[in-house]
């Protein structure tokens, strides 16, 4: 991966007037998308890995692309079990070393396994979004995180919940989306990587000299916020 990486551009110059729509509408009508029968596969093994752990905090990295975060991410809490997701087979089967103990990689569609997750109870303590995709396209808002129809599920679990983008608007559509769903207050703030990166889009923005944003929240478990189908 090269340093050199461009910044986001955008026509949009702050939210996005529909966020506040969309997110009205995720939140009054479910999500009706089939699961996915891979997804289905990939978290009953999931389930089976986290059974045989037997217990310890639950810790998300979604969309962690080759896994890096989710291995620096276990080295740091080794008391948790570390569940690293992305749909992409070619990024998790880059090697980047053993895996730890307490790390796992699946590849599946976090909006399945979001939905799986919280049907199955999960309550991770720590819910990671590294550097999702930006699509900074105004008209790809509901591919966005903060958009999409699967942001009650995802709030839902609860958590302690970190957003991290090389995109200042993303981060504050995302805190926005955040407090218009839960009430919860949320903010952007600036973020200065310590010595090691925690991911490689990590790495290679703050080589090329961008500045990174952040969102941390503390959310409660509440299934409530998906609408019954
Ligand atoms: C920009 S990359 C960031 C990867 C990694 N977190 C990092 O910072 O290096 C975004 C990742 O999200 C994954 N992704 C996007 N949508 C996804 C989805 N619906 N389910 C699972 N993974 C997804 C992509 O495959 C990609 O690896």
């Known amino acids: 991966m090269t340093a050199r990486s461009r910044s986001i551009v955008s026509r949009q110059t702050g939210p996005h007037e529909d966020l506040a729509r969309r997110v009205a509408r995720a939140l009054a009508h479910p999500l009706r998308k089939p699961l996915a029968e891979h997804t289905r596969e990939a978290f009953a093994g999931a389930s089976d890995w986290l059974g045989r752990r037997g217990g310890g905090p639950l810790i998300l990295d979604a969309g962690c692309g080759v896994g890096l975060s989710t291995r620096r991410l276990a080295g740091r809490f080794p008391d948790a079990s570390v569940i690293g ?17 307490n790390a796992l990689l699946v590849r599946a569609d976090l909006v399945d396994f979001w939905r799986l997750a919280l049907d199955a109870d999960w309550r991770p303590a720590g819910h990671y979004l590294l550097y999702p995709n930006p699509y900074p396209k105004a008209a790809h808002l509901k591919m966005r995180w903060q958009g999409h129809p699967v942001l009650p599920v995802m709030l839902a679990l609860g958590g302690r919940l970190e957003l991290r983008s090389n995109w200042r608007i993303y981060v504050e559509e995302f805190a926005l989306a955040v407090t218009q769903a839960t009430g919860v207050p949320a903010s952007a703030e600036p973020f200065v990587p310590g010595e090691t990166c925690l991911t490689p889009f990590e790495q290679k923005y703050h080589a090329s000299g961008q500045a990174l944003w952040r969102l941390v929240v503390e959310l409660p478990h509440d299934p409530g916020l998906v609408p019954a189908g």
């Open 85 to 101: 997701v992305d749909r992409s087979a070619d990024r998790l089967s880059r090697d980047h070393g053993r895996l730890p103990d």
